[in-house]
């Protein structure tokens, strides 16, 4: 452990003051774990003394107390070694530092996305502050610099009205393989009775015919169709509305409710609605507005062959049994000139994978290996992952500078995404001198083999400045390293932070189905109470998102008495006598 600190002297000097013995630490843990020391735990364990498992904060002064309990002497350490009371004070130093004081009750901060709803919406922002989120994300990938700076400030606003400190994170998109567009859809609703087994309808399908405007919302179920206000207006519960669908089928829809600016109608056969469609009441007639876009997508099985382009024009949207092949472009042109025959290709984060077969300048055919029997949909925007292609990019460039200079004004900490190495971490420091943001707290998001393998060297890197977290993307990595591995990989990511006395984010998939649909599956709140082991947790956006902060605040301030780190807590066992 000595030797190894004098051998990387130069990189511990590197790092920020505030940081030089976080550093030490680090390698002492790098030194120890060089070698298998099961049969040591064994043998250390029989005799009643430490099996060097909970080591990480203070490396040192643990070898040194078990080795002094083997010679029945007392431990002596000097000034020099980091005790187990700094060791552990290190941590929740760095963690306050970027984060902020830690909520009553519980260590983890809660961390969520915000959705590009929160750059106009300021009721959403107030109410995700006040029910417990403690650091707001702004995800670089999405919106613009105006929405980021205005979500910014939402926050900043509701903290102060609300009295509880929220911290502002932005992520850097970084350089991610994207699938290009398809050619829009219609720009239609379907309206779907509920029908019996036998297919007779028992339960007709409801709109709301609403006046335009986004602050025109509708009184009750259903989609809303904007139409005329002064139309709706004239309407009443009874009223009777004609009109032609797309397949030229004629229906009927009777109004059962109305409010001003917004009636409520019901009809009894399934019905598409385009925009522009005409609507008719004896004689008083308006055409819907401008609905919103359905998606289009390629539809792959197994065995189906897929072509990635550098062409970026929207692309034709193919399914499984038409002729040729499914084409869509690939938004990283570096990508055509690194990839490979035989390597893999992992889509829509592991939703279909596929292999090589050729490669040329401008594409390359892909044979999709797994997929769904049925069919798995392939849309815009998702994400192409090359787990086995060396793709030479930076992960900052001058097109990120807009987002840096919002970051710089608005932002508490800046998250830097798909890092190969520790001289993405000096590039991001050097834009970061641009935009004068040396301030910024550092997140590197460990979501690629090649960043976990560089970890220890990405750390000592980032820990010359003075605030650092490190972000477990459990999304990508899992993508790029394969899901069985994702455990494994993880734990290692929290050991090695917790010896740096790093704080730690557990991301992506928290509490997912919870925040999507409203009810949590079992699994994802066993994750969630893991997560404990966290100094952060994030939750994606999501329509239910805030229940999903008032239940991950409750099993955190739950496992607070449980778990902290690799440490149980053994407070008395009475949860099924009195739950608490």
């Known amino acids: 452990m000595l030797r190894l600190e004098q051998v990387h002297g130069e990189d511990i000097a590197a790092v920020c003051t505030d940081h030089r013995r976080d550093a030490v630490n680090l390698v002492h843990y790098l030194a120890l774990r060089n070698g298998d020391l099961r049969h040591l735990q064994h043998r250390l364990g029989e005799r009643g003394l430490s099996s060097l498992g909970r080591c990480e904060p203070h490396v040192l002064a643990t070898v040194k107390s078990v080795r002094a309990a083997l010679d029945g002497r007392v431990p002596r350490f000097g000034p020099a070694t980091l005790s187990f009371e700094e060791g552990r004070a290190a941590l929740d130093r760095n963690t306050d530092a970027l984060f902020g004081p830690r909520p009553p009750g519980r260590v983890p901060r809660v961390m969520v996305t915000l959705p590009s709803e929160a750059a106009d919406d300021y009721r959403l922002v107030r109410r995700l502050v006040a029910e417990g989120m403690d650091v707001a994300r702004i995800n670089g990938a999405h919106d613009d610099p ?301 979501e690629t083999k090649a960043s976990f393998a560089r970890l220890p060297e990405i750390l000592l890197h980032a820990m010359r400045s003075p605030l650092v977290g490190v972000m477990i993307a459990r999304g990508d990595l899992a993508v790029e390293a394969g899901y069985e591995r994702l455990a494994e990989m993880q734990e290692e990511i929290l050991w090695i932070c917790e010896a740096a006395h790093l704080p730690v984010i557990w991301a992506t998939e928290v509490l997912d189905q919870l925040a999507r649909t409203g009810k949590p599956s079992r699994a994802e709140v066993t994750d969630a109470a893991m997560s404990q082991r966290a100094e952060c947790v994030m939750l994606n956006k999501g329509p239910h998102v805030d229940t999903a902060i008032v239940v991950l605040d409750d099993i955190l301030r739950r496992m607070s008495g449980l778990q902290r780190k690799k440490t149980p807590q053994l407070r008395p066992l009475r949860s099924w006598i009195e739950p608490t």
């Open 146 to 446: 105006a929405a980021w700076e205005r979500m910014a400030r939402h926050v900043r606003r509701a903290s102060e009205e609300t009295g509880r400190l929220c911290r502002v994170s932005m992520d850097l998109p970084g350089p991610k393989l994207r699938t290009g567009p398809l050619v829009e859809g219609p720009r239609v609703v379907k309206l779907r009775p509920q029908r019996d087994l036998r297919g007779v309808p028992v339960m007709p399908a409801l709109a709301a015919l609403a006046a335009f405007g986004p602050d025109a919302g509708p009184p009750g179920p259903g989609p809303a169709l904007p139409v005329d206000p002064s139309w709706v207006d004239r309407r009443h519960p009874g009223d009777v509305v004609a009109m032609v669908d797309t397949r030229g089928s004629g229906r009927t829809l009777r109004v059962v409710g109305a409010t001003p600016g917004a009636c409520v109608v019901e009809v009894w056969d399934t019905t598409y609605v385009e925009t522009g469609a005409e609507l008719s009441c004896d004689g008083d007639a308006t055409r819907v507005g401008r609905l919103p876009i359905i998606p289009q997508y390629h539809l792959l099985r197994p065995g189906d062959p897929l072509v990635l382009t550098r062409d970026l024009e929207p692309a034709v949207p193919w399914r499984h049994g038409q002729p040729g092949c499914a084409r869509i472009g690939c938004t990283l042109g570096v990508a055509f000139e690194t990839a490979q025959v035989g390597q893999p290709v992992v889509l829509d984060d592991g939703r279909m994978t596929g292999i090589i077969e050729s490669v040329d300048a401008d594409e390359f055919r892909v044979r999709i290996l797994t997929a769904s029997p049925t069919g798995s949909k392939l849309r815009a925007e998702k994400g192409i992952n090359l787990p086995q292609t060396d793709l030479p990019v930076p992960a900052v460039t001058d097109a990120d500078l807009p987002l840096l200079e919002v970051a710089a004004a608005h932002a508490d900490m800046v998250a830097l995404s798909f890092l190969h190495s520790e001289h993405d971490i000096d590039d991001v420091r050097a834009y970061l001198r641009r935009v004068g943001a040396e301030h910024l707290g550092l997140i590197p998001k460990i």
